[in-house]
């Protein structure tokens, strides 16, 4: 088999990783065992990059990553819910997402995203540009500027708010959390491991990546450490190493 190609957004880190929608593909190769090689490529390059390849845009109308070619069948699939689709079809076994789950997970992950990741995007984006290669840096700031109508960056995540920002993110964790506590198992599904834990660590292997160290271990220690013990536990699964941080190298274990 021929490795599947997967196109991922660089950083400064040692290790490049950190883009959380490009790590739910990552994880999802892994599960299944498939082969695969990154290609590399900054903010401003995407568009021209993924029309190069005859790549769908998403949502907007944007040209966004994660995307795939596989060419093994000759498939180019963008957004990372069609790409564990099409894997799953296309490669059957060891399934991410249950038979007749796709618009459930797809759900979730909104819930998710408004529960958690909304009331502190901000200060995630601050975070983010901290760790961009200076070549994506200003398409960044551009972009976020224009997202959320701000017109000087400063005004993004000013220190008293992104304080409010940071209590109402580990906030909607505890909500997440007691979604986890009703699973009646070890995945949001219970015994059944699918795409919505992978969905939940790509998002936490991304904050490993842009937090500093006090808010890591703040993280971490939440809920009696589900967080790291979930990303942990998905690792293994999926035969991946995504987001295991070691702050004294700067580098990803």
């Given at each position: 088999m021929q490795p599947i190609i997967l196109f991922d957004i660089p950083s400064k880190l040692p290790n490049k990783e950190w883009a959380p929608n490009p790590s739910k593909t990552r994880f999802c190769l892994g599960h299944k065992c498939l082969p695969h090689e990154i290609i590399w490529v900054e903010f401003p390059d995407i568009a021209a990059t993924m029309k190069g390849?005859?790549?769908?845009?998403?949502?907007?109308?944007?040209?966004?990553?994660?995307v795939i070619k596989?060419?093994?069948?000759?498939?180019?699939?963008?957004?990372?819910?069609?790409i564990a689709k099409?894997?799953?079809?296309?490669?059957?076994?060891?399934?991410?997402?249950?038979r007749g789950a796709h618009v459930l997970i797809e759900t979730f992950e909104s819930l998710f995203i408004n529960t958690v990741l909304n009331p502190a995007f901000r200060l995630l984006m601050v975070r983010t540009l901290?760790?961009?290669?200076?070549?994506?840096?200003?398409?960044?700031?551009?972009?976020?500027?224009?997202?959320?109508?701000?017109?000087?960056?400063?005004?993004?995540?000013?220190?008293?708010?992104?304080?409010q920002m940071w209590a109402a993110l580990?906030?909607?964790?505890?909500v997440v959390?007691?979604?986890?506590?009703?699973?009646?198992?070890?995945?949001?599904?219970?015994?059944?491991?699918s795409f919505a834990d992978i969905v939940v660590v790509s998002w936490m292997a991304w904050w490993n990546a842009i937090l500093n160290e006090q808010e890591?271990?703040?993280?971490?220690?939440?809920?009696?450490?589900?967080?790291?013990?979930?990303?942990?536990?998905v690792n293994?699964?999926?035969?991946?190493?995504?987001?295991?941080?070691?702050?004294?190298?700067?580098?990803?274990?």
């Open positions: 390849i005859g790549a769908s845009p998403t949502a907007g109308e944007r040209y966004t990553l994660p596989d060419p093994n069948t000759g498939a180019v699939v963008s957004d990372s819910h069609a099409y894997l799953d079809e296309t490669y059957p076994d060891k399934p991410l997402i249950p901290e760790n961009l290669n200076d070549s994506s840096r200003e398409y960044f700031i551009d972009s976020r500027l224009k997202m959320f109508r701000e017109t000087h960056w400063e005004d993004m995540a000013p220190e008293e708010k992104a304080q580990k906030k909607g964790l505890g959390d007691g979604w986890y506590q009703k699973s009646g198992g070890r995945w949001i599904m219970g015994d059944t491991f890591r271990q703040e993280i971490h220690a939440l809920h009696g450490g589900r967080w790291a013990r979930l990303l942990a536990d293994s699964e999926c035969n991946t190493d995504l987001g295991s941080f070691d702050e004294h190298s700067r580098s990803f274990l």
